[in-house]
């Protein structure tokens, strides 16, 4: 069905309906959508108040870390810092944080400090009997590793906190952990009825409240103009703990009663009239036009040097002539385009047929005269020769990695059953020399067939192992796996994983550009590895993307299978 048949439909069948339902519209049905409507927005107003109280742990949690990766903490909790306590662990600084109580444990988590902070005198007191014997198999104190915090809701003598619990570490993050800081903040509700701008109240979780608060949340209206919103808190080990009660007005119900007596008398007027004057204007200005520009299209696609038929002066003549720009500005593109990428292809063989001669002659020559003249030449001789040597071979590496680059993207698309595994078998002969070196070793499985390149598989799959093997951390031996699995649509997934240095995620961007080389990570290369293999992944349609971590990096590739 076109879309001049459609669009008469659309309205006659529009019009129909609000002319039938006009005369049956009753309160109910009008009410239950203002009723909906300001059930939406309590129930945002208490999302509203669950992030705010999220922000809060966010903060806690956060400040709390500064404290526990920190050496005087890490100095006092072993006892070597006796005057850690009288220089931080005073009034002053739980005011300065919005804390309520501060706990130190010591490795075996036996307390080596703690107390709690009372606002209205200023001073330190004991801690709640909830925090003073801790479990050291319970929640707050049973960390995942030493990197990884503990945070969430505590109830303790019918008040609610917020906790965040970190193992102590020295300010670099180095372990290990020697104890753990505690740090709890009494749940604000004064300041969260500032920030919220609702009134709250909050009470302990009762049995009942798994029933009527089977959801987490629930409004209730209790009047005409009250409605109440209940949210329910969970505590560390995600069981609910409070309820917190939100009372709202109902503005929105108000309104709906006053929209009520408009409606049935707007349909009946505005039915009528729009029925015949819709049809008959879009017919006439709109419909028969785009009918007749959408058969011009259709027809272009059998004739690229075709064009629409321009007229009149409305948006539907800017959209014909537009598009016959559009395709005249294609055309040129294309043929400027084709001429480039030819100018490209003869600059690259260019520089591979005229600058790699001379820089081997270059290496080679600075080779020969370093051993004729080994024991005659002064020892800075020798070095600048070396260098040069050096310097000369680097730069036709450079260029090699310079046409490997270009390479991808002029290389013809010659797509073929590519068996991975024998390509992981020929890029670890390729890299003998630099795992004897780095007395590395490339685990991996047996691989799937994709549709590929080869040539391009054996850049890949050898540009992720290398730099995995250049990246590992001093000492310890690179160990490279190289996995897969199947996944949906055609395709396979391709895994190298590395135990080296590792990067952060947020530059993995960066690194996928050509040339792009991270501040700190003091190892030779040109910044091409990654990018090249990122193009080969991008021209075989496929998606390359990494994760990392103090510790080491995974790469993944998606691939057409073969299959």
Same mark, same amino acid.
């Given at each position: 069905m076109d879309l001049e048949k459609k669009t008469f439909l659309i309205i006659l069948a529009t019009l129909t309906v609000v002319a039938a339902l006009a005369a049956v519209v009753a309160d109910r049905l009008v009410l239950e959508s203002f009723r909906t409507l300001e059930r939406a927005s309590a129930e945002e107003d208490l999302e509203r108040l669950q992030t705010s109280i999220a922000g809060d742990l966010t903060d806690l949690e956060r400040t709390a870390r500064d404290w526990a990766h920190w050496d005087d903490a890490y100095a006092y909790v072993q006892g070597l810092d006796p005057d850690?306590?009288?220089?931080?662990?005073?009034?002053?600084?739980?005011?300065?944080?919005?804390l309520s109580l501060m706990v130190f444990l010591d490795a075996d988590d036996r307390l080596v400090f703690g107390a709690a902070y009372d606002p209205s005198t200023g001073n330190l007191t004991d801690l709640p009997p909830r925090?003073?014997?801790?479990?050291?198999?319970?929640?707050?104190?049973?960390?995942?590793?030493?990197?990884?915090?503990?945070?969430?809701?505590?109830?303790?003598? &019918?008040?609610?906190? @917020? *906790? !965040?619990?970190?193992?102590? +570490?020295?300010? #670099?993050?180095?372990?290990?952990?020697?104890?753990?800081?505690?740090?709890?903040?009494?749940?604000?509700?004064?300041?969260?009825?500032?920030?919220t701008r609702l009134a709250l109240s909050i009470r302990p979780w009762e049995p009942a409240d798994a029933t009527e608060l089977a959801d987490g949340t629930e409004v209730t209206a209790v009047s005409r103009k009250a409605l109440v919103g209940q949210t329910t808190l969970d505590d560390v080990t995600g069981t609910p703990t409070f309820v917190i009660e939100a009372n709202f007005g109902r503005p929105i119900y108000r309104q709906g009663l006053n929209m009520m007596a408009y409606v049935l008398a707007s349909a009946i007027l505005m &039915?009528?009239?729009? @029925? *015949? !004057?819709?049809?008959?204007? +879009?017919?006439? #200005?709109?419909?028969?036009?785009?009918?007749?520009?959408?058969?011009?299209?259709?027809?272009?696609?059998?004739?690229?040097?075709?064009?629409?038929e321009v007229s009149g002066s409305d948006e539907i003549t800017r959209l014909s002539a537009e598009f016959n720009r559009l395709l005249d500005r294609l055309d040129r593109h294309q043929t400027?385009?084709?001429?480039?990428?030819?100018?490209?292809?003869?600059?690259?063989?260019?520089?591979?047929?005229?600058?790699?001669?001379?820089?081997?002659?270059?290496?080679?020559?600075?080779?020969?005269?370093?051993?004729?003249?080994?024991?005659?030449?002064?020892?800075?001789?020798?070095?600048?020769?070396?260098?040069?040597?050096?310097?000369?071979?680097?730069?036709?590496?450079?260029?090699?990695s310079i046409l490997d680059y270009s390479r991808v993207?002029?290389?013809?698309?010659?797509?073929?059953?590519?068996?991975?595994?024998?390509?992981?078998?020929?890029?670890?002969?390729?890299?003998?020399?630099?795992?004897?070196?780095?007395?590395?070793?490339?685990?991996?499985?047996?691989?799937?067939?994709?549709?590929?390149?080869?040539?391009?598989?054996?850049?890949?799959?050898?540009?992720?192992?290398?730099?995995?093997?250049?990246?590992?951390?001093?000492?310890?031996?690179?160990v490279v796996k190289v996995s897969s699995r199947t996944l949906d649509k055609g395709f396979v997934?391709?895994?190298?994983?590395?135990?080296?240095?590792?990067?952060?995620?947020?530059?993995?961007?960066?690194?996928?550009?050509?040339?792009?080389?991270?501040?700190?990570?003091?190892h030779e290369g040109h910044g091409l590895g990654l990018a090249t293999a990122d193009k080969i992944v991008e021209r075989h349609h496929g998606r390359l993307w990494a994760e990392s971590q103090p510790g080491g990096s995974r790469f993944h590739v998606d691939l057409p299978s073969a299959q």
């Open positions: 850690f306590e009288a220089s931080n662990l005073v009034p002053n600084s739980f005011d300065a944080n919005g925090f003073a014997a801790l479990d050291s198999a319970g929640p707050l104190l049973s960390h995942p590793d030493d990197f990884s915090s503990v945070a969430g809701l505590l109830g303790a003598d &019918g008040q609610a906190y @917020l *906790v !965040a619990s970190w193992p102590i +570490l020295t300010s #670099t993050e180095q372990g290990p952990a020697v104890g753990t800081l505690l740090w709890a903040r009494q749940l604000d509700l004064v300041g969260l009825s500032d920030q &039915g009528g009239g729009l @029925l *015949v !004057a819709m049809i008959v204007l +879009l017919n006439t #200005t709109v419909l028969s036009r785009l009918t007749r520009l959408t058969s011009r299209v259709e027809s272009i696609g059998d004739d690229p040097r075709g064009r629409v400027k385009l084709e001429a480039s990428n030819a100018d490209l292809r003869h600059f690259a063989a260019v520089v591979s047929h005229d600058l790699q001669p001379p820089l081997s002659t270059i290496a080679l020559n600075s080779a020969i005269l370093r051993e004729h003249n080994r024991g005659k030449l002064d020892a800075e001789t020798m070095e600048r020769l070396q260098r040069m040597e050096s310097t000369a071979l680097r730069m036709a590496n450079h260029i090699r993207s002029f290389e013809a698309e010659l797509l073929q059953p590519v068996d991975l595994s024998a390509t992981m078998a020929e890029v670890t002969e390729h890299l003998e020399e630099r795992l004897q070196a780095t007395q590395g070793r490339i685990e991996y499985t047996k691989l799937p067939t994709v549709q590929a390149n080869p040539t391009q598989m054996v850049q890949l799959l050898q540009n992720l192992v290398a730099n995995a093997l250049k990246f590992h951390r001093p000492g310890i031996p690179p997934r391709l895994t190298v994983e590395d135990n080296g240095e590792g990067f952060d995620p947020a530059d993995f961007e960066r690194m996928r550009k050509p040339y792009i080389r991270l501040p700190g990570r003091g």
